[in-house]
Structures are given as C-alpha cells and as structure tokens.
Nanobody, 133 residues
Framework: QVQLVESGGDLVQPGGSLRLSCLASGFTLDLYSRGWFRQAPGKEREGIACISSSDSSTYYSDSVKGRFTVSRGDAKNTMSLEMNSLKPEDTAVYYC??????????????????????????WGKGTPVTVSS
C-alpha cells in the first residue's frame, strides 16, 4: 500500500524555523520526483517546492523562495523541508508528495489542475504548521 507520512509540524513564532520530514512506504520514493504543497484555511492548495529525481534540480514558489529548502532525506525513502524565517502567512497544513515530474508548473498556481498542484501523484495526510506569537 502506497503511503506517505509527514511529521514535524508545530506551533512556532514568527521568524522561527521548522524542519518537516516525510517517510514513504509501499513504493520506492527515491525513484520519483517529490515535493511539498500546502493548504491554508479557506485557500487553494499551493505547490511550494519540489526536487527532481533525475538531476536534483529544485523549484520554489515565490512565496517561499529563499526561506525554504527541499531535499532528499538522509535515509532511504525520505524527504525533508527546511523552513526558516517563518511568517504568519505560512500557517497551513503541509503535505509531501510524489510527483509525475518536478518543474516550474508544480509551483505555478496558474498550472494547477482541479485545484491540485500540477503533477501530483501520491500524497500524505499532512502535518499542521502554525506561525503565531
């Protein structure tokens, strides 16, 4: 059974940092491009970062560029998202996902299909991040 499980979400003060992790089972995540998207209350899903399986190229949304870093995890079938300089507008549920491809389309809201970031394949149930003082 394909499964992705996120962890690391928490309540953090503005300007703080968090590291989210994702563990995949039931398939070999290492063979796929992968990424993170988020959904804030009352808003559409937003692709924020992805990393390509072929050459490890990365793409970020304008909203997180320079603050977030996506990477393959140190362990097999894992991935992580390092989040720095967090802002209240980063409050959302964060999801990790395997992707059909990692490209600029994943982080471009205009490329979303049926409210989903472009190229989504499998994704987890999410972990909540709240940025508040």
């Amino acid at each position: 059974q394909v499964q992705l499980v996120e962890s690391g979400g928490d309540l953090v003060q503005p300007g703080g940092s968090l590291r989210l992790s994702c563990l995949a089972s039931g398939f070999t995540l290492d063979l796929y491009s992968r990424g993170w998207f988020r959904q804030a209350p009352g808003k559409e899903r937003e692709g924020i970062a992805c990393i390509s399986s072929s050459d490890s190229s990365t793409y970020y949304s304008d909203s997180v560029k320079g603050r977030f870093t996506v990477s393959r995890g140190d362990a097999k079938n894992t991935m992580s998202l390092e989040m720095n300089s967090l802002k209240p507008e980063d409050t959302a549920v964060y999801y990790c996902a395997s992707l059909l491809a990692c490209s600029r389309k994943f982080v471009d809201p205009l490329s979303s299909v049926a409210g989903r970031p472009y190229g989504l394949d499998y994704w987890g149930k999410g972990t909540p991040v709240t940025v508040s003082s």
